[in-house]
């Protein structure tokens, strides 16, 4: 692997388990949401503030980043392999 970015596992494993984290996060906010319809219906004001209602966020967006990173990796990765293959010629 490169000097700069050592990954020990297969970057697919890893932007599956970005998937995953990201579905984890999108179920969690669903429920945060829930909750969050179920206090208003009960008191009008917002008692728990806007926190509750983005509280997925905080596993979705590393996420969807990782996923990203993975994603954009391998693309170097193979563009390295053809440029590297191509001078071996």
């Known amino acids: ?5 050592d990954i020990q596992d ?10 995953i984290l990201r579905a984890i996060g999108t179920s969690f906010q669903g429920q945060a949401r829930g909750i969050l319809a179920d206090i208003n219906a009960v008191n009008a004001e917002r008692p728990w503030g806007s926190g509750l209602d983005r509280a997925g966020e905080g596993l ?15 693309g170097v990765d193979a563009e390295s392999r053809t440029k590297i293959n191509q001078t071996n010629v």
């Open 10 to 19: 297969d970057p697919n494993e890893v932007s599956g388990t970005g998937a």
């Open 60 to 74: 979705i967006r590393p996420a969807d980043k990782t996923v990203l990173a993975m994603t954009e990796y391998q």
């Open 1 to 5: 692997m490169g000097s700069y970015l």
